[in-house]
């Protein structure tokens, strides 16, 4: 039998598929198409948010993917961009949704506030170094943040327990660091990355994980495809996908509806053996 989280209540489902949507870049992104602006953001936006949704997907994330290269101090312009891209797209959008601003957890709390975001994914707790240097996160000041806009029970948020391509300067080990976040931050869920998108997660690690803390809402966050889907959510709860559901799983490219109707059909067959 399958055992129910809050999952159900904000998805819809347990064993869950959270389709990525990868923004363009957005002005002040090095990447960013001036002559074609952000018109053509809007537009790649709205192909692959529907090819998620014809093809099955459970909800929704957006994410600012292509702001290459990242910052913990994301400019202006991205916020703003992000929530102009969505409030377009607001009617099109039909399942579950929220937003990551990379790498900005305070920028994703209040985003999601703004749009009426279920869920977003980051860097809650610890020391790391990483691609942009140090980043030093206080859950404190994040739960607190979400609190004050009276979103505690609204917006759920999955803890990294480390961040992709990064790695831990205090010396704690993975299993420290889980240890820490469940006895006092609070998350709603442990997400547990790969070295970067589209790379598979330590699944040893994770099946550890469901182990040693069996009520724990786990999440898949990178590297989750059409092979391993029994493999991963035999342990997981859900996981994000993004690079997979790309036309031929290339990072770069636009989401294949074919891709994603092929994994959920597969998915919702496993989910049905419960």
């Known amino acids: 039998m399958m055992r129910k989280t809050w999952l159900s209540e904000v998805v819809g489902t347990e064993k869950a598929a959270i389709g990525v949507v990868h923004f363009k870049a957005f002005p002040s992104d090095p990447l960013f198409n001036s002559e074609k602006g952000m018109s053509d953001v809007i537009e790649s936006a709205r ?21 290459f290269p990242y910052e913990a101090e994301p400019s202006s312009e991205i916020i703003a961009g992000m ?8 009617e ?11 790498s900005n957890t305070h920028d994703s709390i209040a985003l999601n506030a703004v749009i009426g975001g279920q869920l977003m994914r980051g860097t809650f707790a610890g020391a790391f170094s990483g691609n942009m240097g140090l980043t030093n996160a206080h859950p404190g000041e994040f739960l607190r943040h979400r609190n004050n806009l009276g979103l505690s029970q609204k917006l759920k948020m999955v803890h990294y327990v480390i961040p992709e391509s990064s790695c831990e300067i205090g010396g704690r080990d993975k299993h420290s660091i889980v240890n820490g976040e469940l006895f006092g931050n609070l998350p709603d869920a442990i997400g547990i990355c790969g070295a970067n998108a589209g790379k598979k997660i330590d699944m040893e ?6 182990e040693d803390y069996p009520d724990t809402v786990l999440f898949a966050t990178t590297g ?5 889907i ?19 799983g290339i990072f770069e490219n636009e989401v294949d ?13 496993y989910r049905s053996s419960f």
């Open 47 to 67: 192909k692959d948010l529907l090819a998620l949704q014809n093809g099955g997907i459970d909800a929704v994330l957006f994410s600012n993917e292509f702001s």
């Open 83 to 90: 929530a102009y891209v969505i409030g377009v797209l607001k």
């Open 92 to 102: 099109d959008i039909k399942v579950p949704y929220g937003a990551n601003v990379i």
């Open 205 to 210: 690690f994770m099946r550890e994980i469901r």
């Open 224 to 228: 989750v495809n059409y092979d391993t």
């Open 230 to 248: 029994e493999e991963v959510y035999e342990v997981a709860d859900a996981a994000f996908i993004a690079t997979h559901f790309k036309k031929d």
């Open 257 to 269: 509806e074919k891709r994603v109707k092929r994994f959920m059909d597969r998915l919702k067959q």
